[in-house]
């Protein structure tokens, strides 16, 4: 996987687009002289943890004795699932749960709102399967991190412009390619599993 395609699949995951409403929501109870300093806040604590699981990922692998083409397949299903709800998404705000009142302080913005599971098993999956290239993956975090901050720091303006109709349809094209890159993430893990050379 090359640099542009992991910080695709990255940016994928993270889904800023399908976090606009959800986030709109969180930031309700907010004061707002402060809501960009909480947005900023709880952005940088979801890098922070992104790129602990980056740099780690690889000795919890060591830890745990998994074998690259188990992360691989592993990996697949996972991004299906989260493929899938992004096509189909839950009720009652999914992952983030009933909205509630007062400031938000990491749990649920920046986890798992931006550095949910499926990053970090997206990141310790990256580590595995090429650990020599590590500043490439590095930048191809920070970019997607940085794309993903970029959005929903403009959320406001983008909720108004684009609409709700307008980012659900948004959010579900990028459950299908996100369904597209699982499938192929998991029919290489299969493949290298049986010793076949892909086509």
């Given at each position: 996987?090359?640099?542009?395609?992991?910080?695709?699949?990255?940016?994928?995951?993270?889904?800023?687009?399908?976090?606009?409403?959800?986030?709109?929501?969180?930031?309700?109870?907010?004061?707002?002289?402060?809501?960009?300093?909480?947005?900023?806040?709880?952005?940088?604590?979801?890098?922070?943890?992104?790129?602990?699981?980056?740099?780690?990922?690889?000795?919890?692998?060591?830890?745990l004795q998994l074998k690259q083409e188990s992360v691989s397949i592993a990996g697949g299903i996972i991004l299906f699932l989260i493929g899938v709800k992004m096509v189909f998404p839950p009720k009652e705000g999914g992952i983030f749960g009933h909205a509630e009142g007062g400031e938000p302080f990491i749990v649920p913005?920046?986890?798992?709102?931006?550095?949910?599971?499926?990053?970090?098993?997206?990141?310790?999956?990256?580590?595995?399967?090429?650990?020599?290239?590590?500043?490439?993956?590095?930048?191809?975090?920070?970019?997607?991190?940085?794309?993903?901050?970029?959005?929903?720091?403009?959320?406001?303006?983008?909720?108004?412009?684009?609409?709700?109709?307008?980012?659900?349809?948004?959010?579900?094209?990028?459950?299908?390619?996100?369904?597209?890159?699982?499938?192929?993430?998991?029919?290489?893990?299969?493949?290298?599993?049986?010793?076949?050379?892909?086509?």
């Open positions: 996987m090359s640099t542009v395609s992991a910080g695709i699949l990255l940016f994928l995951i993270m889904d800023p687009l399908g976090n606009i409403p959800v986030f709109l929501s969180l930031l309700k109870g907010v004061a707002p002289e402060r809501r960009r300093l909480v947005l900023l806040r709880e952005l940088l604590i979801a890098l922070l943890v992104l790129f602990a699981f980056l740099l780690g990922g690889q000795y919890i692998l060591k830890l913005m920046a986890i798992p709102g931006v550095a949910g599971p499926s990053a970090m098993a997206a990141l310790l999956l990256l580590t595995n399967t090429q650990p020599g290239k590590l500043p490439q993956w590095a930048l191809a975090l920070f970019a997607a991190w940085l794309a993903t901050a970029l959005i929903l720091w403009s959320a406001t303006y983008l909720y108004r412009l684009l609409g709700e109709s307008v980012l659900t349809a948004i959010e579900r094209l990028m459950g299908m390619i996100l369904i597209a890159l699982s499938v192929q993430m998991l029919l290489d893990g299969i493949a290298k599993y049986l010793h076949v050379v892909p086509l």
